[in-house]
């Protein structure tokens, strides 16, 4: 069974520009979470989707949002970033709401300029 | 909300060595511990987990214990390999509606 898959691997941007990340959960999956990995902050939650709905909302600003279309794909995207947004984001998937353990994929490497 | 403390930051053990990381965790409502392997280029993989109705878990040469009363759950590695270099992550959690707050890691470095 192929693992979570998320596109780009790596991505440069400069501030005030907006990115769309992608994630495609393991097959079957239902719940997708995202996460940003920083060595400062280390691993933070940034929202859960499940069934085209997000459930859970980490504490990050309006400028951070996400969607799950109906093949249980999901998709972040930052707007307007900023010099602090330059991290790893990993996204997540679990066969159901609230199960506990979590398949991440590789993330997507973003720079900001 | 939770708070998780992991030590240590980083571990350096020789080949064949032991190593333990150890988390401490604040909220009492916890009541599921995983821990998640990094290694350099990858996402956090699952290597074991336990459930606070349960004292011990093992697998191979993994282990992890869990003590309730004073809120920490350790990572024990036995006969550590190089492979087994890379971040170490622990985690805590309620079931049901899952938001997990997770250690800031532990770098494990094992020299041939």
């Known amino acids: 069974k192929a693992g979570v898959t998320q596109t780009p691997r790596y991505l440069i941007k400069t501030r005030g520009q907006q990115v769309t990340l992608s994630c495609s959960p393991i097959?079957?999956?239902?719940?997708v979470s995202w996460y940003q990995q920083t060595p400062g902050q280390g691993l933070q939650f940034l929202f859960e989707y499940f069934s085209e709905t997000q459930r859970n909302k980490g504490n990050f600003p309006g400028r951070f949002s996400g969607r799950q279309f109906s093949n249980s794909r999901s998709e972040m995207n930052v707007s307007t970033l900023e010099l602090g947004d330059s991290a790893l984001y990993l996204c997540?998937?679990?066969?159901?709401?609230?199960?506990?353990?979590?398949?991440f994929g590789p993330g997507t490497r973003l720079l900001v300029l | 909300g939770e708070n998780v403390e992991q030590h240590p930051s980083t571990l350096s053990v020789q080949e064949g060595d032991s190593a333990v990381i150890k988390c401490t965790y604040s909220?009492?409502?916890?009541?599921?511990f995983p821990w998640y392997k990094q290694e350099l280029g990858k996402g956090p993989q699952l290597i074991i987990d336990i459930r606070s109705n349960v004292g011990e878990k093992k697998d191979q040469r993994i282990a992890v214990t869990l003590n309730k009363t004073a809120k920490h759950f350790s990572l024990h590695i036995t006969e550590t390999q190089p492979e087994d270099s890379a971040v170490y992550f622990c985690a805590a959690s309620q079931g049901g509606s899952y938001i997990p707050t997770f250690g800031r890691g532990t770098s494990l470095i094992v020299h041939p």
């Open positions: 997540a998937s679990t066969t159901r709401q609230g199960e506990e353990t979590q398949y």
């Open positions: 909220d009492s409502a916890s009541n599921y």
């Open positions: 097959s079957g999956h239902r719940s």
